[in-house]
């Protein structure tokens, strides 16, 4: 098993003890294929608190523009609803993905 490929599924499997601060690292002391890999767990570990970030805002904006506390609910559900599938999605992708290294 090459070291590589090792350092790589880390930065992957990393989603369980440091989603942010062990893909960082990575990236900016390894070299070629391991910066790569580390540069897109990062984004994959990034994407649902931006996209969780981003609904909140949209949510509040539209819910006290319309000055409606239904609208609000609503779009705050919507909000929670979308970002857990999407943080589910991304954490089994980071998984897979990380066994799929270590097999290479």
Request: net charge positive; glycine share 8%.
């Amino acid at each position: 098993m090459k070291t590589n490929n090792i350092l790589s599924s880390l930065c992957y499997f990393s989603i369980f003890f440091a989603p942010f601060l062990f893909p960082i690292i990575v990236w900016f002391v390894a070299e070629g294929d391991v910066k790569a890999h580390a540069k897109k767990a990062l984004w994959t570990h990034f994407v649902p608190y931006a996209l969780l970030i981003t609904g909140l805002i949209v949510s509040a904006g539209v819910g006290f523009g319309i000055q409606n506390v239904t609208s609000l609910g609503i779009g705050l559900s919507i909000t929670y609803i979308v970002s857990f599938l999407v943080g589910i999605y991304y954490f089994v992708w980071n998984v897979v993905k990380g066994i799929r290294l270590l097999n290479a």
